[in-house]
């Protein structure tokens, strides 16, 4: 969309045609099969103006495979299938084609790594001998690069992390890092950790599209304290929320 555009800017709004497709992959008992709950995603979005804007991809994925995409979100989280229920992604972010989040490890420390040792309905052992799942939680302008793979040791990515292309990912990533590589190390971190507190404490992503079109300008260039700044006086600033639930919560809200 062109930056001087006039045109407003299209908000999450639900079709009539996508909202009977999820309740008939719903009475159809359709959603489970990946197949066609692929396709299916894939012409909701098409109804509502892509991954980006749709309303009703995001229940779909929530209702059907508990996992919760935030607003303006996009990319290969949209898969069905492709992140474990349980799974909540922020605000604006972009996640590639081939991301991968895995649940669990084998167990490593006993006889066998066979899964017959741990799966109950294989018939050997009476129930899991796996640790209860742990949720993730992506933050709010994350950007995840094509490929990469999050192992069970990642639960939590911060707010504006970025992740290179085909990293292993076996640790939390922090806000604002930037990490690649197998196993993922942090590189560097986007900005300096004064920079790094004060944007988090803006909850820019909070600002409506309107607000974002009357602001565009501070996400148009070189960020420094003054931009920031300007950003904290459109009215979302609050003091940073570290708690594991805010990203959870935002996106149900």
Not at 27 to 38: E, Q
Not at 102 to 124: C, D, Q, W
Not at 216 to 239: H, K, Q, V
Request: with cysteine; net charge positive.
């Amino acid at each position: 969309m062109d930056a001087n555009s006039n045109s407003s800017w299209p908000e999450l709004k639900q079709s009539r045609t996508a909202t009977a497709l999820f309740q008939l992959a719903g009475m159809l008992r359709l959603c489970k099969r990946w197949t066609i709950a692929r396709h299916l995603i894939t012409s909701i979005c098409k109804l509502e103006g892509g991954e980006t804007f749709s309303p009703t991809a995001r229940k779909f994925l929530a209702n059907y495979y508990g996992v919760h995409i935030g607003s303006y979100s996009y990319g290969g989280v949209f898969k069905p299938g492709a992140f474990p229920a349980k799974t909540y992604v922020g605000r604006y972010s972009s996640i590639a084609a081939g991301v991968r989040c895995i649940e669990r490890n084998h167990p490593y420390n006993r006889v066998s790594t066979s899964s017959f040792f741990y799966e109950p309905n294989l018939g050997i052992v009476s129930e899991s001998q796996l640790p209860a799942y742990e949720p993730i939680y992506i933050g709010h302008d994350v950007w995840i690069g094509w490929n990469a793979i999050l192992l069970p040791g990642c639960r939590r990515i911060g707010n504006g992390a970025i992740i290179g292309a085909g990293a292993i990912v076996t640790s939390n990533v922090p806000p604002y890092a930037i990490v690649a590589g197998s196993p993922a190390k942090i590189l560097k971190y986007r900005f300096n950790p004064e920079l790094i507190e004060s944007l988090e404490a803006t909850n820019w992503w909070q600002l409506t599209p309107q607000q974002l079109r009357e602001h565009r300008e501070l996400f148009c260039c070189t960020i420094d304290m003054a931009s920031i700044s300007r950003l904290a006086a459109c009215g979302t600033s609050s003091p940073p929320t570290p708690d594991r639930r805010s990203v959870s919560d935002e996106v149900q809200s």
